[in-house]
């Protein structure tokens, strides 16, 4: 359309891009323009009949004709309104599809206080109706379409709190939450004004701008450190060697490696790669895992030398051939080998793993907790042999494609009651488990082992007060009941799509959002974290303050001027309307006077003849 446009008024120099009207779409229409002041940008603007056929027409003299033609019998039409007056919203607007939403976020706000067990779950189609249909792509979740000038005029007339949400992972009950505390929500990425942002794809510029101690912002920028399968091998690996170096001795509560993390290569080092292929000689199952991806996406299975040899080959060619190809991106994705646990513990004849969450609450100063989370299962019966990835990667993306899924959907997640129920019952007197293994052992493994990777992991992690995180670690346990790390992953799943997920995933949401603004206030009082009136499901597994008591604390220094401004409510009601996405970008101001601009003679002529 642009360029369409352009075709009537590329010969007339730069123009200055024509605003839409914002009065109220009741009001009288504005006097049309004289004929000197006439230009046709702002007629485009007031007409949309007119904006619609001057796209169509074709470059030369026949576009003013057929645009005179058109303006004419626009005129003697009665049916046709030539006033500036912007097409009506659709019934189904904004504030129609969040109506049920805002109710939910009400009687959210009304239970506040309660135990989050008195709460009723929040069923999957009201929480589909709550969730925005935006764009999962940064710095384009504009509802419809519409321009971001446009959206900065459909803020709420509300005086804050502001909150940003990007992507559909747990936005409905984000909303709701957020909401349920009276904030308002924005659409404009652009906006810096916001209290919380909460974003599934992470941006550069999201990061750039932000303040710290004044905004709360979800997923650390860095935590790839943690969460990518290369990231995390690496900081076990040089914690390992640190060990080594000093005596274990010294910190018995740190597990060596190999006790919980299964051997692994990375194959985009070339002195590892050869080395899995030396080792790999014998009959074993290994699983090749891309470094950054999750949903099981990319992942396949290395059953035999010949399979192992194939891969061998290929990345031989493709490292061969990759200087002289031109590739955007540049090298393959990476990629790890891991040893295949081949004999777990199976729960009815199916493999299974264990979802957990480790929440970063705090960065300066760290506060970490562990969270109990569900039981993931496949909805075939295990065969190590077989070809079929539902049989061996347990996740719910992978489970769908399962033809069993639609029957059985509810049967794959189980609550950590029914799993400690079935253990005891099953396996407790054969195998000589204690009573309620499952909360007991289990448990405490799961916080040591998740502990000891955010220890390997600490100095390297970006810090600054706002900063939360909430990660999805998933657990395996062998036959012999020995309990393995397989991944731990950055913005887990957050979806409801069965009974059991209804239950437990809006409870750790509202908990986690409790914690990191409790803790987020206190620090910024100056008081001590503990102890936290929010504090119910989540168990406090990490506390810098207490760790490292007596140690200097650099980050303090940071925030002596830090307010939270941006989470209290803003005192100017009309400050949003002031908002301009050029003086957060450090632009100078456009002059109020509207440049003169030059009319061909063609067009003044014409004009001349409506008037």
């Known amino acids: 359309m642009a360029e369409q446009r352009g075709c009537l008024s590329r010969s007339w120099g730069p123009t200055t891009s024509p605003s839409m009207p914002t009065g109220n779409p009741r009001s009288t229409p504005e006097p049309a323009p004289s004929q000197d002041a006439f230009v046709l940008p702002k007629l485009l603007t007031t007409c949309p009949e007119v904006k619609c056929t001057s796209s169509k ?19 003697c039409s009665p049916g046709s ?15 129609t599809r969040q109506g049920h939403h805002q109710q939910q976020a009400r009687s959210l706000s009304a239970d506040r206080g309660k135990p989050r067990e008195n709460l009723s779950p929040t069923s999957e189609a009201e929480l589909d109706k709550a969730r925005p249909c935006e764009s999962r792509m940064c710095g384009k979740a504009h509802p419809q379409g519409k321009h971001p000038e446009e959206l900065i005029r459909e803020v709420p ?11 559909s992972n747990g936005a409905g009950l984000v909303s709701i939450y957020c909401q349920s505390r009276g904030w308002q929500r924005i659409y404009d990425n652009r906006r810096q004004d916001y209290a919380l942002k909460w974003c ?3 941006c550069r510029e999201t990061y750039y701008h932000f303040k710290e101690g004044e905004q709360l912002l979800y997923q650390i920028p860095n935590n790839s450190i943690l969460t990518s399968k290369t990231g995390l091998l690496s900081c076990l690996r040089e914690q390992e060697r640190v060990m080594k170096k000093i005596n274990r001795s010294s910190n018995p509560k740190l597990l060596k490696m190999e006790e919980f993390f299964p051997e692994s290569f990375r194959l985009d080092l070339k002195e590892e790669r050869n080395a899995f292929f030396e080792h790999c000689k014998e009959e074993e199952i290994w699983i090749c895992k891309p470094s950054c991806s999750n949903q099981g996406r990319g992942i396949f299975l290395l059953k035999n030398p010949s399979a192992v040899t194939t891969l061998q080959a290929k990345l031989y060619s493709s490292e061969r051939d990759l200087p002289s190809k031109r590739v955007p991106c540049g090298a393959p994705q990476t990629r790890i080998v891991q040893r295949y646990i081949d004999q777990p513990l199976l729960l009815e004849g199916k493999k299974f793993d264990v979802r957990s969450y480790l929440l970063i609450a705090c960065t300066a100063p760290y506060v970490l907790f562990f969270a109990q ?3 993931r299962l496949t909805c075939s019966n295990y065969d190590a042999t077989s070809d079929d990835l539902t049989v061996h990667l347990t996740n719910q993306y992978m489970q769908k494609k399962n033809s069993l899924y639609s029957q059985l959907k509810d049967e794959t997640v189980w609550g950590m009651e029914h799993f400690n129920s079935y253990i005891n019952e099953k396996f407790g ?5 204690p009573q309620d293994w499952v909360f007991t052992v289990f448990t405490k493994r799961m916080k040591q082992i998740m502990l000891q990777c955010f220890l390997a992991a600490k100095h390297k992690l970006d810090r600054k007060l706002g900063y939360f995180d909430l990660i999805g670690c998933d657990f395996l346990i062998d036959e012999n009941f020995k309990v393995w790390l397989l991944e731990m992953n950055a913005n887990p799943a957050l979806h409801t799509n069965c009974k059991v997920l209804r239950d437990i995933i809006p409870s750790i949401i509202y908990e986690s959002l ?11 009082k100056g008081q001590s974290v503990l102890p936290l009136k929010t504090l119910c499901h989540f168990v406090l597994l990490y506390n810098e303050d207490a760790a490292d008591l007596g140690q200097k604390q650099p980050w303090k220094l940071s925030t002596r001027l830090c307010t939270g401004r941006y989470l209290r409510p803003h005192t100017d009601s009309t400050g949003h309307i002031r ?6 970008a450090g632009l100078p101001p456009r002059s109020s006077a509207v440049p003169e601009e030059r009319v061909p003679c063609c067009l003044q002529r014409a004009v001349g003849k409506l008037s």
């Open 57 to 75: 027409l074709k470059k030369g003299q026949g576009a003013i004709k057929a645009l005179l033609k058109y303006l004419e019998t626009a005129e």
């Open 81 to 95: 309104a030539m006033a500036s007056v912007p097409p009506k919203r659709k019934r189904n607007s904004r504030a």
């Open 429 to 433: 007197k054969t195998n000589s488990l």
């Open 157 to 167: 007339m509300a005086s804050g709190p502001y909150f940003y949400i990007s992507g």
């Open 200 to 202: 599934e794809i992470k």
């Open 514 to 524: 409790d914690l990191v603004l409790e803790i987020f206030t206190k620090c910024l």
């Open 579 to 584: 908002y301009s996405p050029a003086k957060a």
């Open 373 to 375: 989370g569900y039981v």
